[in-house]
């Protein structure tokens, strides 16, 4: 063993001990600890030991077994925890050494502290980590941002343990300053709550309206991880569609229907709301969890209301088909509104996100890893300035492939009363984007009728404000211009 430590690593949890074994494996001695510290020792004699460890039992000690530059990974709880624990080890580092943050921070709080850490003549990295505990242990998908010094120091260990794709490459890259890590591990885990919603409606429409058992559900699924769907997500939803319980009934079944949320969706809705950025699909997907959290309100609707017949009486074949075109569909909106924020971002915080390695970085190890990540790396090498996702040739073709199908699985589903927010939501963003005229002048006129908030004329240059006196009864003054 080494006498001093490649990389220290502080919290035990799920996440971390994953994480330190995979680091360890691939050839680095890490130094551990953990705020209850009985679990360092509990963790070296059980699942650690024999490897490359080195256990500390205090923060100091910690600090003491890395080799310089010292490079400390904190896998704690987003909010002050990490703060408490950036207090807690600077006193023991030097100029150069690196504070990491290897949580799912708002990407606010790693601005800060990146300046903060900066001032103190330390380096800090947030880095986005994606892929579960299973991802931690063999590979994730890291999206490391901060301060641009620490890269290099820390590059080696960072690619040894991330996720390789086909071609060998490493899904970790630099992303950008302050941040930018965070930022984007955030979108992907907006794009993720998402996924997993529409996944959802496809499963309430093969189930309530088509009448499909859990095994017919799971031929379904398996049956599409072996096209353009293709994904980890659609492949667990196979396999939990087909895991049976201790009585060999589905057990998919008895579990409660009310999701639960750590934050990183409402964070990118907030983010897109701040920023203008249409966000739809991400949006209805965190407010269907919060609607699902409401079960005791829903039984009692359930009991006042009387939707149609869900009993569909079509062609379950086409019906099944036309659900897989209307997946992909509303998975490519999400994924074009997630980087159409991305995008905005970058412009406001003067990131310079490199949009077809983001792909990369997502293509495996991650929660959101599917085959046409790609076609996006492809898209952005072919246009470097491509404003949407949907414009891009190859997704254009899909787009207009899919929305015949598409388009019959909403109307069906509200025709059988079947709620699916984050597919209609995405279609009628689909059919806003492709629309040269959207009612919003009609909105503005009743926002000058009320307000004097004043409107744009077509047959006038853009930039020029005009206001009415619509009743005859109001002045000719009108309300400050201006967008939030």
Known sequence: MKKLADIGLIGLAVMGENLVLNIERKGFTVGIFNRTVARVDEFIAGRGAGKNLIGAHSIEELCATLQKPRKVMMLVKAGKPVD???ELIIPYLDKGDIIIDGGNSH??????????????????????????EEGALLGPSMMPGGSPAAWTAVKEIFQAVSAKVEDGSSCCDWVGEGGAGHFVKMVHNGIEYGDMQIICEAYQVLKEML???????????????????????????????????????????KILDTAGQKGTGKWTAVAALDAGIPLTL???SVFARCLSAQKDMRVLASKAFVGPDSKFSGDKKQMINDLKNA???????????????????????????NYGGIALIWRGGCIIRSTFLGDIKKAFDINPGLENLLLDPH?????????????????????????????????????GLRSEHL??????????YFGAHTYERIDKPRGEFFHTNWTGRGGDTASTTYIV
């Not at 509303?330 to 509104?337: L, P």
């Open 107 to 132: 990407f606010t709080d790693t601005i800060r502290r990146t300046k903060y850490v900066e001032s103190k003549g330390l380096l800090y990295i947030g880095s986005g980590v994606s892929g579960g």
């Open 84 to 86: 408490d624990f950036i």
């Open 282 to 284: 991400i949006g209805e």
């Open 211 to 253: 009448g499909l058992s859990a095994d017919e559900m799971h031929e379904v699924f398996k049956e599409w991880n072996k096209g353009d769907l293709d994904s980890y997500l659609i492949e667990i939803t196979r396999d939990i569609l087909g895991f049976r319980d201790e009585k060999g009934e589905a057990l998919v079944e």
């Open 395 to 431: 997704f254009k073709d899909i787009i207009e492939n899919a929305q015949a199908g598409w388009r019959r699985v909403c109307a069906s589903a509200m025709t059988y009363g079947i709620p699916v927010p984050a597919l209609t939501s995405a279609l009628c963003y689909f059919d």
């Open 327 to 353: 997946l992909f569909g509303a998975k490519i909106i999400s994924y074009a509104q997630g980087y159409n924020l991305m995008m905005e971002a970058a412009k406001e915080n003067k990131w310079n996100l």
């Open 439 to 448: 009612p919003a002048n009609l909105l503005q006129a009743q926002r000058d």
